[in-house]
């Protein structure tokens, strides 16, 4: 009897565990979206230490359009794929490129902006074409798409050292000490530093590669994706991706 009452004891701790567990999943009205926070103006930290930025706002307003509440995770944007698939995080949502690769990794919304790899130098660099590089030290943002443009162009063979940062932010400055030549960065990246500090950078005429930001869902993660791009799609058509996109670049640059 005795060996019965501890079998139906050990039965019910087990229950009160496993309900423990299924309690304790993951909120379907929270959306965790991993971003790099240095990413200025997509998604960076102002003086007050807020995290501020064009994605920011279009998440916000896509999450309100969904229902559901949204919390931004810092991440490391190298391992930004491993972090999606883990399910620490339900969307990559940070001046995100679509690229075939990453089509085989994550599921993307339909593109939301334009935007290019292009070169950054000093503004008294004698360098002033994309051959210029040889020779030089470029820097960039490791396992950024900015990687895949410079692997992608000839010149590649032809650089003296290519320098991998864990964001923009710090390449620029070792390029501003001139321990660096040149950085391959987004455009969208490169014109909000150059507004924030005249007279420091310039902006070669020729860019290394068109391409467009989406959001990355996890595979498998349909539902998810389709209730993504309604919001996106309404975004649109009332006119705040418009009004979003004013406040940030001066202009409405969202693509419809």
């Known amino acids: 009897m005795k060996k019965i009452a501890i079998l139906f004891?050990?039965?019910g701790m087990m229950l009160a565990v496993l309900a423990g567990c299924s309690g304790s999943g993951k909120d379907d009205n929270k959306l965790v979206i991993g971003i790099d926070d240095k990413f200025a103006p997509m998604g960076f930290r102002d003086e007050s230490n807020n995290i501020v930025?064009?994605?920011i706002d279009y998440a916000k307003?896509?999450?309100?359009?969904m229902g559901m509440e949204v919390t931004f995770q810092p991440i490391d944007w190298s391992a930004k794929e491993s972090e999606l698939k883990s399910g620490r995080i339900d969307l990559i949502w940070n001046g995100y490129t679509i690229t075939d690769e990453r089509k085989g990794k994550?599921?993307?919304t339909k593109p939301y902006l334009k935007n290019s790899q292009v070169i950054v130098t000093l503004a008294d660099s004698p360098i002033s074409s994309i051959n210029d590089l040889a020779g030089k030290v470029v820097g960039l943002q490791s396992l950024s798409s900015a990687a895949d443009a410079l692997n992608a162009n000839p010149i590649k063979s032809e650089?003296?050292?290519i320098s991998?940062?864990?964001d923009n932010v710090l390449a620029l400055s070792d390029l501003k000490t001139k321990r660096l030549d040149a950085v391959v960065i987004d455009e969208v990246v490169a014109r909000y530093y150059m507004s924030k500090e005249e007279g420091t950078f310039k902006l070669l005429d020729e860019s290394l590669a068109p391409e467009e930001y989406g959001v990355g869902v996890k595979k498998g993660n349909e539902e998810l994706l389709n209730k993504l791009q309604?919001?996106?799609d309404e975004l649109n058509a009332d006119g705040t991706a418009a009004q979003i996109s004013t406040k940030w670049f001066g202009e409405d640059k969202v693509l419809k």
């Open 9 to 11: 004891l050990a039965f």
């Open 53 to 55: 930025g064009f994605d």
């Open 61 to 65: 307003a896509a999450a309100e359009k």
């Open 106 to 108: 994550v599921l993307f």
């Open 159 to 161: 650089i003296k050292t």
């Open 164 to 166: 991998e940062f864990p």
């Open 230 to 232: 309604k919001a996106l």
